[in-house]
């Protein structure tokens, strides 16, 4: 399995994730249950191919993660829909999935084999994948930010609310079990859990601002709107964790969680 199949895995896989919106927004739960998992498959067909292909979980380049950002959006979206049935969660999954595999296409990487020694730790893949599921859960509560902020605006249910928390929830756990892996990892390769390199620095940020919108949720004269606002900050945030850390000119060179450029 080689990176260039990896157009037809994602053709695959959109089109499936389409028709599960589609079939979403016409009440046909079954065909957007099963078209949305099938796609699903397909497309971690592809990951658990080039996993075995690579000889490496593909995590060390910013376009390997991008692949299972990919991956968990629908996921995210499936679930979110089986428990609060809203139509359009599945049509902004496939559009933001749509995204990042489109950079993946347009930007292609080289992927080697070549994994160095700090990363054959066998935390390195849980405290990746941990953390990728758990920016796909957050990323998800930021679209129902946009929504009740720009569609519903004064018109915001409770339910719509306890919706946006309990992603909220779901993401803050994963992500604090991705930092105490990522802490396991530290120790095993660096001698140390926490060194506030840049990386780790934006990841207690990242981490706190979601902290402030679930406590700030919980003060009764709180404010919807100043809520949402607390919580599409985070979400910027967190991309700078994710890849804007990359640009930093503090990163370079310094920073052992830089992702790995092609060579």
Known sequence: MTWEQFIYFAIAAVLLWAIGAWAAWR???????????????????????????????????????RLWYSFF??????????????????????????????????????H??????????????PHVIVYMFAYAVL????????Y???FRKDNIA??????????VYVGLAFMTIGMLLGALWA?????????????????????????????????PTHKPKFALWVLLISFVLLQMCW???????SAQGSSVHVYSMPS
């Open 187 to 219: 120790k095993e390769a660096w001698g140390h859990y926490w060194s506030w390199d840049p990386k780790e620095t934006w990841a207690a940020i990242t981490w706190f601002a979601y902290l402030v919108y679930v406590h700030y949720r919980q003060i």
């Open 158 to 167: 409770d339910e719509e609310f306890d919706i946006t928390d309990n992603l």
């Open 112 to 125: 080697s084999k070549t994994l160095m020694p700090a990363l054959q730790s066998p935390w390195f893949a």
């Open 148 to 150: 009740l902020l720009f």
């Open 27 to 65: 009440d046909r739960k079954t065909m957007a249950y099963a078209s949305t998992i099938i796609g699903l498959i397909v497309f971690f067909s592809f990951i658990l191919m080039i996993w075995i292909s690579l000889e490496r979980p593909p995590l060390r380049t910013m376009g390997e993660t």
């Open 139 to 146: 990323g998800a509560s930021a679209v129902m930010a946009l």
């Open 73 to 110: 959006l629908p996921l995210a979206g499936i679930i979110v829909y089986f428990r609060w049935k809203y139509k359009w969660i599945l049509s902004f999954s496939t559009v933001l999935a749509l995204v990042f595999i489109c950079v993946n296409l347009f930007k292609p990487e080289i």
């Open 243 to 249: 890849w804007g850390i990359n640009y930093l000119p």
